[in-house]
């Protein structure tokens, strides 16, 4: 099977590589009906105007009271709803946030197979942060190319309550929603299914010092205060190694699995050419200069933007993307890039295609 292999289109810059191809179907997105706007969050001080307008998203999701992996069952259940299969078809589960999970000392995983009723599934949790869903999608592929037999839930949940978490102003050029996701990954086709051809990760893992920088480790959270803010952190960080060397690390990368991705597709792929792609749920202002910007360079395609109305949900844009995919499937193949990425620091791209 040829999994991880190593590509250096950068010699820097390691890329892994799953090319055994894998099957996503019934992908599922539930977000509350309560709305933060961002007006709310400009009458109440947390944004300025032009950090508003630069975000180019009016209002996300709020579940009051609610918790990441109730969010992830309700998709869920409308994966296993719309996918025909029965639970005891589940072999695993794999679980993904970047928030707190509801309770402490426990396994978020195991709640949502409880409540689904996934009595055959062995559930697990993968913590990536952003990339949450990225890098659950290749496990549970990987999992189930060494254990035959049935289908693998992938699942991400998160909430920002606004006494833990200024989901407008945690962070820059990103609004958190509240949300959960949910998709169903198969190693034999399914009907009306995406394809995944291949899977590219590439990771900096001297970065993760971005969301510490300046805090020492300690015993127990919340040592620096409520609400989290992830910006202190990051300006402590700017300040000691400068904006510029991360901001062109992040280029360099980017560019490296767009390009190892495609690289891949003019060479595996018959009749390969790039009909679209899928990026980060971040504001606008991120999302035109970090990630469209290089596609289009690179590809030649212009990315749409999907942040509205779920802003960024936690580990789980990318399943929410999966859905956007389907919906633009045409009666011919037709091959997306989905790129994803998350703190640490790793990037992800898919090479994907729908009939």
Known sequence: MPHAQNTDTNPDIAVSVNAFPFYVSSPAVFLPESLSTAKEAVADGKLTQDEADGLGIESV?????????ELAVLAAGDTLRRSGFSGSEISCLVHSWIHHSGHDLWSPAHYIAHQLDLRSC???????LSNGAALSLDLAASWLATHPGGHCLVTTGDVFPDHNFDRWACDYGVVCGDGGTAALVSTTPVPDAI?????FHASLSDLEVMHRCGNPLGPVPDMYGKPIDIRRA??????QYGTEAFASLSRDVIATVIRTATGH??????????ADAYLPRIGRAGFDATYAAPVQRLTGVVPRFHSNPSGHI???????????VLKDRTSRRRYSLML??????TWTAMLVSTD
């Open 61 to 69: 999701r709020e579940a009051p009271g609610g918790s990441g992996p």
């Open 122 to 128: 062995t559930p697990f949790g993968a913590q990536h």
């Open 195 to 199: 394809t995944v051809h291949a899977v």
């Open 234 to 239: 990051k300006r402590a960080y700017f300040r």
């Open 265 to 274: 597709g003019d060479r595996h792929l018959p009749g390969f050419s790039l």
């Open 314 to 324: 936690g580990s789980g844009d990318l399943t929410a993307n999966c859905v956007e």
């Open 340 to 345: 994803s990425a998350g703190a640490g620091f």
